[in-house]
Each structure stands twice: as C-alpha cells, then as structure tokens.
C-alpha cells in the first residue's frame, strides 16, 4: 500500500483523537471522520510503520449511527470532530475509550467504570470562546468559484491542524445567539475599520484575536479584543457601538500580547468600557473572571465534576492535598468537609487567584503554595488523610507518583481529561492502591475529549 491509493474499508471502530478505525491486510487505517459501521472508499494520505493514515472519498454506505451536522462549516473548521455522531453515542464511545485506555490494568472490570455522565447543554456550552484575526483568509471549496469573496480579512476558527489557517465563521454551534451576533458584529466592524490585523510572518499589525467570555449565572457578557500593542484610542469607537448594540455587555477588554507566539494571553490589560471582570456563580462561591483567568468552560457540567470530586473524597477527613491547585476550584469545593485543604500550584498567579477567590467566599481553611510542586510536597511534613490531583494532559511526573505513594493517604482522587496518561499514572499507583470507581463525565460534547474521576483505596 502507498500514498495516494483508494481502498474500499469498514470501520469498526473509533480511536482517542476521533478517527475511524479500519483493518486492511493485518494494518490498522485511522479515518478521518470515519464512523463506527461506516463502509466508505478511502485515499491512503500516510503510510507509516505501524499505521495507515487516510481520508474518505466516499461514503458507500453511512453507518446508521450518522447524523446531519447542525453546522455549515463541519468538517472544515477545526472544533467538532463528532457533531455528525449521535450524542447519545458520543457518550457511550467515550467510556468505551476510557476501557480501552485502562484494559491493561490487572483486576479492573469493567463496572469499575461507571457511564459517561451527559452534559446539560450540547449547544451552546462554551463561556469562553476565541477568534482569530487574518490577513489571509483560508477559503473552502464552495468559496474559492466566488469572485465577491476577498482573502485580506477574516475574523474566525482554525482549519484543522493548522496554526496560520484561519477560515471564516459565520455561526458556532458551541457558544450562545449574543456571542455569535457580537462575532458578527465585530467581523464586519473590523473588515471596514482600515485596523491591520497582525501578520504572523512580518510579526507587523494590530489585530489578533477577539475572546468572548460569558456568565451563565449572571448573564454577563465580556470581549476582549488582544493586540500586538496598545490600542484604547483605536478601539473607542468600536466599544461604543458594541455598547449600543449589546446592552448584555459588561466589560469590554484590550489585552496587548507583544510577542511573536500566537496566543490569546496578554501582559498588559486595559478596561475600555465596563468592568475589568465578569461574575459567575457555580452552586453557592462565586469568582470574579477577568480577561486572562482560567476557568472551565462548560460550568454547567464543571459543577457535576466537582460534586463527582466532592463525593469521592468522602465527608469527614482531617488534612486534604489538592496537587495542581490551579485557582482553587475543586479546594474550594472540598473545603466545607476538611480541617484544611492544602494546595499546591506551579503558577503564581493562578495561586494569587486561587486566594482571591477563598476570600471572597469567606473560606479559610484552605492554604496555597505557589512553586515546582514535586519539590514542595517532597519537603512537607504533613501527612494528607485524602489527596486530590489534577494534572495537565501530560500527566504526573514520576518523582510524583513516588512522593504521593510515601506519604500513604488513605484515599487518591485523580482528575484528568487525558486517559492515556491516566491510566499511565493509575498503574504504577496500583502497586499500593486499588482502583474503587472511575466516573467518565462529559465537558466538551462533540469532540473526542473526555474528563474522568477516579477514586483510589490504600490496599
């Protein structure tokens, strides 16, 4: 087999990362956009040692699991892999991938792994999106026979795998009708206003994203509009027709990102019109978002997360540990049911944050240190009764696992959005500790992502 040539194939199966899985002569072909029961003709994009890459050409005969995207521009923007899949589905093949990550591990059945908790909204979940500015617009088939389209602006999405590719979006499914219009209402502001957008190659420009927050609870609206220098005097007018046209809006942002890396993160921050933060409410705390806080972006299902966390961690403990505290949500959570939370974050300004917000909840039993974390809790002394771990994708490192199995809490509750490394970390803690129960719990519906929690026993 080589690049280039069709095959005619049928999935069986689906991948972590959201591709079809065929077999053809004893090799494994992932296919993008391939779905379970699929009988589809493929063309082979990459031959590798151990897999087949390929891309449909056609659908013989759709998998009945197929549904109709609500999206126009699914398949060619880089954000939902799986809105053509079923969502009752969707659910049921991210437990199942949640399986398959953790079928090595000696002793685990599968009612160990309980069913992928649904998310409240499956549109429209995302508080925060954000859209980058182009100077060279990517354009799809259908727009490339139409002469009254230009390539010099667009204000969109990503195509997928792609870091300088930015396609026009007319609609997104994953934030609300006010977001949307106001992404419309920018896109034609910008496209007229003669600002230049940011070229990623002469690193010359003004423009570079626009980011939309939004408060569920508050029904508070925040754009920020990041560019490469400041920009209050340019953006006025734009702030005060967004402020006549959106009543919902609270705060209106310039964040200024100087350097040369993409990123929708600035060092310095002006308030152009409102507040320099919006207010959300996840059951009875409150936190302040400001321009560049983290915050989970489904909150609706975060709450389910955190009462998962919550529930794990059990009612009557002494000392907690939170390892990768980030701005002290899941502390926060567990506070009401320990003597002390202790946590403990890499980022210093995600602890600032993380104290901020305990005092603005009148919470004070929980305690924030900001520093490498294998090196912090290698030098404490306490002895945790419960540590709560939430790690990057990436997972923990080694020297983690170790500290964390010397110190002999009597209970481990991991959170992660990444299986593989999960079930990584979970096995060399299964030389002390047994696996009790994983709850799978769906954040980001219409993608392959997945968060779980698992709760670990000292044997």
């Known amino acids: 087999m080589k690049k280039g040539e069709l095959l005619t194939i049928n999935i069986d199966k689906l991948a972590f990362g959201g591709k079809g899985i065929a077999r053809v002569d004893n090799r494994v072909v992932f296919v993008e956009g391939g779905l379970p029961g699929d009988r589809a003709e493929v063309k082979i994009q990459k031959v590798k040692k151990k897999h087949i890459d390929a891309r449909i050409t056609d659908v013989i005969k759709p998998s009945p699991l197929r549904r109709e995207a609500e ?67 990517w354009l799809v088939p259908e727009e490339l026979a139409d002469p009254r389209i230009k390539k010099d602006f667009a204000l969109g999405l990503h195509v997928p795998g792609s870091y300088d590719r930015v396609m026009h979006i007319e609609k997104c499914w994953l934030q609300d009708d006010v977001m949307n219009r106001i992404l419309n209402f920018s896109q034609n502001y910008f496209k007229q206003s003669g600002l230049p957008v940011f070229n990623l190659k002469t690193h010359e420009g003004l423009l570079r994203f626009l980011v939309l927050r939004k408060s569920f609870s508050h029904g508070e609206y925040m754009v920020n509009i990041v560019t490469f220098r400041p920009a209050e005097s340019l953006l006025a007018d734009y702030a005060n027709k967004l402020n006549s046209q959106f009543p919902e809006i609270t705060s209106i942002i310039n964040t200024v990102n100087p350097r040369v890396a993409q990123i929708a993160f600035g060092e310095e921050e002006y308030v152009l019109s409102g507040q320099d933060h919006i207010t959300e409410k996840m059951d009875e705390f409150t936190f302040e978002i400001s321009a560049n806080s983290f915050f989970q972006t489904n909150p609706l299902q975060a709450v389910h997360l955190y009462h998962t966390v ?40 995600a602890v600032m944050d993380a104290r901020n917000n305990c005092a603005g909840n009148s919470i004070d039993n929980c305690e924030f240190i900001a520093g490498d974390i294998r090196d912090n809790i290698s030098g404490t002394s306490d002895n945790p009764d419960i540590i709560v771990c939430d790690p990057p994708r990436s997972g923990m490192h080694e020297d983690i696992l170790k500290a964390i199995m010397n110190k002999r809490p009597q209970k481990i509750v991991y959170v992660s959005c990444n299986p593989a490394t999960m079930a990584r970390d979970i096995q060399q803690l299964t030389t002390v500790y047994q696996v009790a129960e994983i709850q799978p719990i769906d954040m980001f519906p219409h993608t392959y992502h997945i968060e779980s929690v698992a709760r670990l026993e000292l044997k």
């Open 71 to 137: 999206c126009s521009h699914f398949g060619q923007c880089g954000g939902c892999k799986w809105q053509n899949l079923d969502y009752r589905h969707q659910v049921q093949f991210k437990r199942e991938q949640l399986l398959e990550s953790f079928r090595h591990l000696a002793g685990l059945t599968p009612e160990v792994i309980h069913q992928t908790t649904p998310s409240p909204l499956i549109f429209a979940y995302r508080n925060k999106m954000e859209f980058s500015f182009t100077d060279n617009r």
């Open 310 to 349: 919550q529930k794990y961690a059990g009612r009557h403990n002494n000392l907690i540990w939170d390892l990768y505290s980030g701005t002290g949500t899941i502390a926060m959570f567990l506070a009401g049911n320990a003597r002390k939370v202790k946590g403990f974050e890499l980022v210093e300004s």
